[in-house]
């Protein structure tokens, strides 16, 4: 008798590679905390990411991801890299802000501290809404400048390089984002995704608020395309805090009204694409 044809898999969706990561997240927080198992993950391949773009850290970032592999067994530590694996495929099947849904399904956001990622159909309206005239300002200059003062997890910064892309722009040749977050897990989280991305930027670990900076995350896309020497052409100043100390505790401050405040709307000045002050509560470190 002749074999019957195997039936196709259905194609799997966003939601299916997000249960799949949930999954195998929640396995292994048998022995630690799931939010721990999190941070590691994404603070594991960023250092992983970072190591092959960015030599002048590197003795100090293997140092610290090999402190963080001696707290697993090895047979706990080898389910960590297909992981990014899962995160990598995710990101192929559909560009969108994986691991800010991911983090919000797993239920380890801060609530005291009001820490909401913002949804990425919002970040999609917006971003639509800004990048509308930019083909004019592409054949104006030699790229555009997009500045990001609470990045979270790079929703908005995935959403904006999406709508270039849509609009017929190459945004890994004409796009390239400075970007800013005071938790260090939010840092690593954009960098992972806009690095799996190949979207230029350097995201900074630092206050907004203060103006201070405690480490720099360059993409390999920022390295591939010699992107230091570009901003270094560029007249345009660019608004990178100073190299600091970290903070130590925070403050609340109502209605912050820093240009790098919490983002809501968006506007253009200049060729750069700027994201607008709304007046959020916002927290700031102290020393």
């Known amino acids: 008798m002749p074999a019957k044809p195997r039936k196709k898999p259905p194609p799997q969706t966003t939601s299916d590679y997000l249960s799949t990561l949930e999954h195998a997240i929640r396995q292994l927080a048998y022995g630690q ?19 092959v773009a960015d030599p002048i850290n590197k003795a100090a970032r293997e140092e610290q991801y090999l402190s963080i592999v001696k707290q697993y067994k090895p047979e706990e530590f080898q389910q960590f890299p297909p992981l990014l694996g899962m995160l990598a495929t995710c990101l192929e099947h559909e560009p969108t802000d994986v691991l800010g849904r991911l983090y919000h399904r797993l239920e380890i956001h801060n609530h005291q501290s009001g820490q909401f990622f913002t949804p990425y159909p919002v970040c999609q309206a917006m971003a639509k809404m800004l990048v509308h005239d930019a083909k004019h300002l592409v054949k104006e200059q030699e790229f555009i400048r997009a500045q990001e003062p609470c990045v979270g997890s790079g929703a908005m910064v995935i959403a904006l390089a999406q709508a270039f892309r ?9 796009l390239h984002v400075t970007a800013i977050d005071l938790d260090i897990v939010a840092v690593h989280m954009a960098y992972v995704q806009c690095t799996l991305l190949h979207i230029p930027a ?4 630092g206050d907004t608020l203060r103006g201070e900076s405690y480490s720099v995350w360059r993409t390999c896309a920022h390295v591939m ?6 901003l270094t052409r560029d007249p345009r100043p660019l608004p990178v805090p100073t190299e600091n100390k970290r903070p130590r505790r925070f403050v609340r401050q109502e209605e912050a009204s820093s240009p790098f405040s919490s983002p809501l709307s968006l506007c253009t000045h200049k060729g750069d694409l700027w994201l607008k002050p709304t007046g ?8």
């Open 202 to 205: 350097i995201i900074l670990h």
């Open 33 to 51: 905390h799931l939010f721990t198992i999190f941070r590691h993950f994404v603070e594991l391949s960023a250092l992983s990411l970072s190591n």
């Open 280 to 287: 959020r509560t916002a927290y700031t470190a102290v020393a």
């Open 166 to 174: 849509e609009e017929g722009i190459n945004y890994q040749h004409y």
């Open 225 to 230: 395309g010699f992107w230091d020497a570009k």
